[in-house]
T-cell receptor
Framework: NAGVTQTPKFQVLKTGQSMTLQCAQD?????MSWYRQDPGMGLRLIHY???????DQGEVPNGYNVSRSTTEDFPLRLLSAAPSQTSVYFC???????????FGPGTRLTVL | AQSVSQHNHHVILSEAASLELGCNYS??????LFWYVQYPGQHLQLLLK??????LVKGIKGFEAEFIKSKFSFNLRKPSVQWSDTAEYFC????????FGAGTRLFVKA
């Protein structure tokens, strides 16, 4: 099993550009989530999904969109990148919202 | 609102010293508590978890944590740290909106 995979590993954007961060898992997990990690702030939940077709907002959803058309994939879209979105983004999945989460390797995003 | 507070942001220890990292949470319902670790250059992985039962839980690499309901605490401990324990440690309360603490960076001097 590959576990949770994320692409790309690194990305540099200019302010106003849009892009999609990809996340996939092969563990048939129902629950998937996106976090951003900033120094001194831990991980903050952006969006989560409890199954295909069902998504909801986390703590910091503004500027991000998600969709979940399949169990395996959970892409995160930045609509119009801003320097405040410079961060490391982690995708995670778990068998149920209350169980341990398995994390991907992260995407380091810089917005100029 | 739910919250998780980690008391120490940076900890420096010498090898063989004992470790205790504090974690307090604010949550109204049944708690599922976790400690995750992020080694340099790696992604987060589970260290240990508490769902119910024995409040003293043991995890990987000799780590343990104690759930004290009356104090809303879930402190992480290790009797003797090694250089390889250098990492960032996160406490979390699980749920539909999992909340993580700000993290504690541990540096162990060889």
């Amino acid at each position: 099993n590959a576990g949770v995979t994320q692409t790309p590993k690194f990305q540099v954007l200019k302010t106003g550009q849009s892009m999609t961060l990809q996340c996939a898992q092969d563990m048939n997990h129902e629950y998937m989530s996106w976090y951003r990690q900033d120094p001194g702030m831990g991980l903050r939940l952006i969006h989560y999904s409890v199954g295909a077709g069902i998504t909801d907002q986390g703590e910091v959803p503004n500027g991000y969109n998600v969709s979940r058309s399949t169990t395996e994939d959970f892409p995160l879209r930045l609509l119009s990148a801003a320097p405040s979105q410079t961060s490391v983004y982690f995708c995670a999945s778990s068998q149920g919202a209350y169980n341990e989460q398995f994390f991907g390797p992260g995407t380091r995003l810089t917005v100029l | 609102a739910q919250s998780v507070s980690q008391h120490n942001h940076h900890v420096i220890l010498s090898e063989a010293a004992s470790l205790e990292l504090g974690c307090n949470y604010s949550y109204g319902g049944t708690v599922n508590l976790f400690w995750y670790v992020q080694y340099p250059g790696q992604h987060l992985q589970l260290l240990l978890k508490y769902f119910s039962g024995d409040p003293l839980v043991k995890g990987i690499k000799g780590f343990e944590a104690e759930f004290i309901k009356s104090k809303f605490s879930f402190n992480l401990r290790k009797p003797s740290v090694q250089w390889s324990d250098t990492a960032e440690y996160f406490c979390a309360v699980g749920g539909f909106k999992t909340i993580f603490g700000a993290g504690t960076r541990l540096f162990v001097k060889a």
